[in-house]
């Protein structure tokens, strides 16, 4: 796993699968082409950029010391909600199936996309290297916002490129698991009449 250099830190989470909240009260949700079940799920990345800057005494030619403290990218996963059609009781064969391929395909294989891109996105902000306290750069006072400016705008696009990337890849995701032939296996896991209760 990559490590990022410090000031940065980059956190990649999901809440847990188990957290889902069920919702059993539609007979067809997420509309009637996903009549078993249907998932929602929130990636929050937008806005996951935080930083903050820190300057020391000047030197005797009125220079100042300017450098990063920590600038922190956050990814993450949460509010999942899963959706099984009311057409079928709870703890059925359908409801069972729907619930496992909801969560295996809608939230963990999510969860395993979006960890997939942590070790592109730190080696790209790794080559970024802002000042450190150990390595500051010397700077009059008026031009601390600048720098910090053109910094914060080179990670930003950094952050927002991988938001994109992340966000194209879990539609990808979700329409490769709702491909035909994966239902058609959720399908088989239980007796025609279960799933075609009125």
């Known amino acids: 796993m990559a490590n990022p250099n410090p000031p940065y830190f980059v956190h990649f989470s999901a809440d847990p699968a188990s957290s889902a909240r069920i919702d059993h009260s539609q007979p067809a ?3 009637l082409a996903h009549r078993a079940g249907h998932t929602s799920i929130n990636f929050r990345g937008k806005g996951g950029l935080t930083w903050h800057t820190e300057t020391g005494r000047p030197r005797a030619d009125g220079l100042l010391p300017f ?3 920590s600038v922190n990218v956050y990814f993450r996963l949460t509010d999942f909600v899963v959706q099984i059609s009311s057409d ?3 703890g059925s ?4 199936a729907t619930l496992r391929h909801e969560v295996d395909e809608h939230i963990v294989n999510p969860t395993r996309v979006m960890y997939g891109f942590r070790d592109q ?6 080559a970024i290297p802002p000042p450190t306290v150990m390595a500051p750069r010397w700077l009059r006072r008026d031009q601390a916002e600048v720098v910090e400016g053109e910094y914060i705008r080179r990670v930003g696009r950094v952050v927002q490129d991988f938001r994109t990337r992340v966000s194209a890849a879990l539609r990808q995701a979700q329409a490769a698991s709702d ?3 994966n239902y058609r296996l959720v399908y088989r896991q239980c007796p025609v009449e279960e799933w075609n209760r009125p």
Do not use: E, Q, S
């Open 67 to 69: 450098w990063f403290r």
């Open 88 to 90: 079928y009781a709870a």
């Open 93 to 96: 064969c359908a409801y069972n």
């Open 121 to 126: 996105m730190v080696n790209a902000l790794n």
């Open 29 to 31: 949700p997420g509309g």
């Open 179 to 181: 491909a035909a032939a």
